[in-house]
């Protein structure tokens, strides 16, 4: 089969790794993947796959951008040509240039739900989800269903999945010489992974570093990404008294080893579709200190392979991230079970092999 999967960009995010571990599993199966999008900071690990890049030639950030209609004639051309058989949206930019395309092609498409939306007029009078919609969670599913007004029949959950071989523990030595390379040696490290957006809740996380550090002196943080909070949040940093005790990181190019260098991984997010961050850090053997919210409390299995706390509570979030600080057995005990964990329910196989039974669910109806 082959497969267009329609995305605005390739920068670094949920999104953007999604799509590198679903791209690897459909060409290890067989299948040709060739990607509409605009482009990114992770184009090149999407074309050293033999993934077949189509450039937008415009930013696809509103669904109503007069590239998106331009772009028809020539897609349309691209999939007779190419004789793709399905079309994969992943933005709703991406659901409006797909729902057209395989409204003019007869081509089936279906889309991923990445996360929560506020319902608008715009998607009760075009929901443009496509023959199926696959929920990253069963509380995306939930939210597609109850809030967004998706039939049942039409939702189908494949959880994101991890590659464990990419996603392992380190050894003491190379953790500790990566912390020694941002200036953490011999520190607690926590940290997390997020775009620099309000929603991820990295502001609830600074307000809870004084406290912290109260309690554990020798602790530092590492937030790795970028976004648009990014000045707001090192503001905060400064008014905090944070300076030296904080580093922000955009470019990082192992984020796996970085991940698997910190001693705790915090995701506090106000909203979060499924928690990337926290799958890998699971994966890595790391326990995690996440919010209650969405799919997290089923990345998370509290007081076994991390701690689950309310969203915006830096008090109680505090408190969690220094009782596993405080404590390093606990942490080993939980990054053990968290790696298996993972492992057991969130693979990149069991991603590929899901995403695939969709996809033969609705090209099968179309025969």
């Known amino acids: 089969m082959t497969v267009l999967l329609v995305a605005n960009h390739l920068n670094p995010g949920g999104v953007t790794s999604y799509l590198l571990t679903l791209s690897r599993g459909l060409l290890a199966r067989g299948h040709r993947v060739l990607l509409f999008s605009s482009g990114g900071e992770r184009l090149d690990e999407f074309l050293s796959l033999g993934v077949r890049l189509i450039s937008a030639g415009f930013r696809m950030k509103n669904e109503l951008h007069p590239g998106l209609f331009l772009s028809i004639p020539r897609l349309l051309r691209i999939v007779r040509q190419e004789g793709v058989g399905l079309l994969h949206a992943h933005t709703r930019a991406g659901q409006m240039l797909s729902a057209l395309v395989s409204f003019f092609s007869d081509i089936p498409f279906i889309s991923t739900c990445h996360g929560f939306f506020t319902p608008h007029w715009g998607r009760w009078l075009f929901p443009l989800w496509g023959d199926r919609v696959i929920a990253i969670s069963p509380q995306v599913a939930w939210h597609l269903t109850e809030d967004l007004r998706i039939p049942v029949s039409r939702v189908v959950t494949v959880p994101n999945g991890i590659d464990g071989e990419r996603f392992q523990p380190l050894p003491a030595e190379a953790r500790e010489a990566l912390k020694a390379r941002w200036g953490f040696s011999s520190r607690s490290l926590l940290g997390t992974v997020a775009r620099l957006s309000p929603v991820k809740g990295l502001h609830v996380l600074l307000k809870a570093l004084p406290k912290v550090l109260s309690d554990v002196p020798e602790a530092a943080c590492v937030m790795i990404g970028k976004g648009p909070s990014g000045r707001i949040l090192k503001k905060m940093v400064s008014d905090l008294g944070l300076e030296g005790r904080v580093v922000f990181l955009e470019d990082v190019p192992h984020i796996e080893e970085a991940m698997a260098s910190l001693d705790v991984c915090v995701v506090p997010s106000i909203q979060e579709g499924m928690g990337l961050a926290a799958m890998e850090a699971g994966a890595c053997g790391v326990p995690v ?21 309310p969203a915006n509570d830096p008090e109680t979030l505090a408190e969690a991230i220094t009782e596993l600080l405080g404590s390093p057995q606990q942490r080993v005990t939980m990054g053990a079970r968290a790696r298996q964990h993972i492992l057991s329910r969130f693979s990149s196989q069991d991603m590929v092999d899901g995403t695939l039974k969709a996809y033969r669910s609705v090209t099968e109806e179309e025969k």
């Open 289 to 309: 200190v996440a919010s209650r919210v969405g799919g997290l409390p089923s990345v998370v299995d509290h007081g076994r392979t991390g701690l689950l706390v």
